[in-house]
């Protein structure tokens, strides 16, 4: 099954051993400008797909631009400075409800998942993939 096989690489490139994990926490705490490391960075020409309402209102909660890339964290794990995710502070969570399991499109997950990489940039910080990470460490 996608779900396990994609959950198994997110592990094993973000955490697969004691080095990758002091890899990417060193990278993180050497380089000011960068923010994030993620599994992989996809470029989607459908960026939105079924999430763009959500996308929408997430932004205007946290009082952020839209995306204007087709690029994104694939999948909602990832290595990232506190501060490369500060806009989450503006969410009006008590209104949040998570949908249960697991949905193809267009869930709050989704959208959110969506906005991760865009909110690091827009703090001023860069995201790296997890093998780019590796490559520079």
């Given at each position: 099954?996608?779900g396990?096989?994609?959950?198994k690489?997110?592990y094993e490139?973000?955490?697969g051993?004691?080095?990758?994990?002091e890899?990417?926490l060193?990278l993180?705490n050497?380089v000011?400008?960068i923010?994030?490391?993620?599994?992989?960075?996809?470029?989607?020409?459908?960026l939105?797909?079924e999430?763009k309402?959500m996308?929408?209102?997430?932004?205007?909660?946290?009082?952020?631009s839209?995306?204007n890339?087709t690029?994104?964290s694939?999948?909602?794990m990832?290595?990232?400075?506190g501060?490369?995710?500060?806009y989450?502070r503006s969410?009006p969570?008590?209104?949040?409800?998570?949908e249960p399991g697991y949905?193809?499109?267009?869930?709050?997950?989704?959208a959110?998942e969506r906005l991760?990489?865009?909110?690091?940039?827009?703090?001023?910080y860069h995201?790296?993939?997890a093998?780019?990470?590796l490559s520079?460490v």
């Amino acid at each position: 099954r996608f779900g396990g096989r994609f959950a198994k690489d997110c592990y094993e490139r973000l955490l697969g051993n004691e080095l990758i994990v002091e890899n990417h926490l060193n990278l993180l705490n050497r380089v000011a400008d960068i923010g994030m490391i993620a599994r992989h960075i996809v470029e989607y020409p459908y960026l939105y797909g079924e999430n763009k309402s959500m996308v929408n209102s997430l932004c205007a909660a946290m009082q952020i631009s839209e995306p204007n890339t087709t690029r994104f964290s694939a999948g909602n794990m990832f290595w990232v400075k506190g501060a490369a995710l500060s806009y989450l502070r503006s969410v009006p969570w008590q209104d949040m409800d998570f949908e249960p399991g697991y949905a193809e499109d267009g869930t709050i997950a989704h959208a959110f998942e969506r906005l991760f990489l865009h909110m690091t940039n827009v703090a001023g910080y860069h995201a790296l993939s997890a093998d780019e990470g590796l490559s520079i460490v």
